[in-house]
């Protein structure tokens, strides 16, 4: 109020699980002409005691008196009432709550409650720690400081502890349903009741998701020193990558006085599968003994993770002879996908032979492997070739030959034209010309007038070359 003293009234209720109409308070003077109370209630805390690294929740209550003996307060409202919780060790609120509460305008005998989620220390001391709060209004803006809270901490020293978690299979496989075996043990000497086990992996950052059960298992009571094993059904999203993955877990329950006791923790899964790959001689030469060609083999990737730092070898055998590198780093090699590797080589065998090779690469979690194969490449016998009219490497193709000399006897021709006009142009022209009529001279150098004069033209044909 405007006008009035603001007689700050502090009621802390220490351990209570229900709401304590007796309360203590502590009264602040501002010494103003009027007074106006308001106090601010401990209604609970649970668990109580609470403990060193555990979160508690905090029941508190900002209320106005209905009357005054120095003033009839039904006449005014205390305006734009905030509270902020003072962080102070070993207290400080849950990750993402506000420190400020915005009570708001409250008139003569109004009340509101609010609840805080508090962590405690994991080093607190046990006995009384102290909690505190300011008060700010419209009339004292500045702030007011409350008297201290006492919280009392207590160590626990036997709890449900997480003694294992199993998967099985060790690394879950996308689209592959798994079992997940989480173990309790009962520390305590007494039974713990109510106990349940909940697997947080709402978030789309954790690609699992239970299979044909729910994502929370219950025990109704565990004896003193028991253990239990929750067992979960679980399916791994099949576009997963592999990888590992931080599954959090919300462990609750009750003692045998009734108290709720809160475990959050995570556990990792490691998500992958083994390595699946395919083999095969994509492209090859026609080979003959003593034959020299190319051959082109690719390497698959048909499993659902990617593979890494993959390189391939060809190795050395006594049915071929490797012509130039013999290796290739082929790089990362995703799920679904292909590389090829091209060699040079020279074949002894006369039979068909088997090229033997090598790969190296890493998984997901940098694991190296080795795996060895062989593709059969076939060996062809002269007979064989021209059955099947095939372009045979075994004596060098003849159409290679037939290129070859094309292109010199262009150049040749080209040479001659330059030499008579001086321009490049105009010489490639003729040249390219004179290659066009190739084959109509030589159907005509075998005419039997023509053939007599063959060892003159060799003998110009060399002169001119000089």
Do not use: H
Request: net charge negative; with cysteine.
């Amino acid at each position: 109020m405007k006008r009035g003293i603001i007689l700050f009234i502090l009621m802390f209720l220490l351990v209570a699980s229900i709401v304590s109409a007796s309360t203590s308070s502590v009264i602040i003077d501002t010494s103003k002409s009027n007074v106006v109370d308001v106090k601010l209630k401990i209604m609970k805390y649970t668990p109580a005691p609470v403990a060193p690294g555990e979160y508690f929740d905090l029941w508190v209550a900002v209320e106005t008196d209905e009357s005054s003996s120095t003033s009839i307060v039904s006449q005014d409202d205390v305006d734009n009432i905030e509270l902020e919780f003072l962080e102070n060790y070993p207290f400080t609120l849950k990750e993402g709550e506000d420190t400020v509460w915005d009570v708001g305008d409250l008139g003569p005998g109004e009340q509101v409650i609010k609840k805080f989620v508090v962590r405690v220390a994991d080093d607190a001391p046990a006995g009384d720690n102290e909690l505190r709060f300011i008060y700010t209004s419209e009339d004292d803006p500045n702030g007011v400081y409350t008297p201290y809270l006492d919280i009392n901490v207590q160590e626990i020293e036997a709890t449900l502890n997480v003694d294992s978690i199993v998967s099985e299979p060790e690394i879950l496989v996308p689209g592959k349903i798994a079992e997940l075996d989480i173990t309790v043990n009962n520390g305590a000497t007494s039974a713990y009741k109510n106990i349940d086990v909940v697997l947080a992996i709402d978030s789309v950052d954790v690609p699992i998701v239970p299979y044909k059960s729910s994502k929370e298992k219950s025990l109704s009571l565990l004896g003193a020193g028991e253990d239990y094993t929750f067992n979960f059904e679980i399916i791994v999203e099949e576009d997963a990558e592999a990888g590992v993955y931080k599954i959090p877990m919300n462990i609750s329950y009750q003692n045998s006085n009734g108290t709720e006791f809160i475990k959050q923790d995570t556990f990792g899964i490691m998500i992958g599968a083994e390595a699946d790959l395919s083999f095969n001689l994509e492209d090859f030469d026609t080979f003959q003994e003593g034959g020299k060609g190319e051959i082109v083999v690719s390497v698959s990737n048909i499993g659902p993770t990617e593979l890494k730092f993959m390189n391939i070898e060809l190795l050395e055998d006594e049915d071929y002879v490797i012509i130039g590198a013999n290796k290739e780093y082929l790089g990362n090699l995703d799920s679904d996908d292909f590389e090829t590797s091209t060699y040079d080589i020279f074949v002894n065998a006369e039979d068909d032979t088997e090229l033997n090779f090598k790969v190296t690469y890493k998984d997901a979690y940098n694991e190296e492997y080795e795996e060895e194969f062989s593709v059969s490449l076939p060996v062809y016998t002269r007979s064989e070739v021209a059955k099947y009219e095939l372009d045979s490497n075994g004596t060098r193709s003849i159409i290679k030959y037939i290129c070859y000399l094309l292109i010199i006897l262009f150049i040749y021709f080209s040479y001659k034209a330059w030499r008579i006009e001086k321009k490049l142009d105009v010489a490639a022209k003729k040249g390219l010309v004179e290659l066009i009529k190739l084959p109509f001279r030589i159907i005509l150098i075998f005419r039997p007038s023509r053939i007599k004069l063959w060892p003159n033209k060799i003998g110009k044909f060399f002169k001119s070359l000089q």
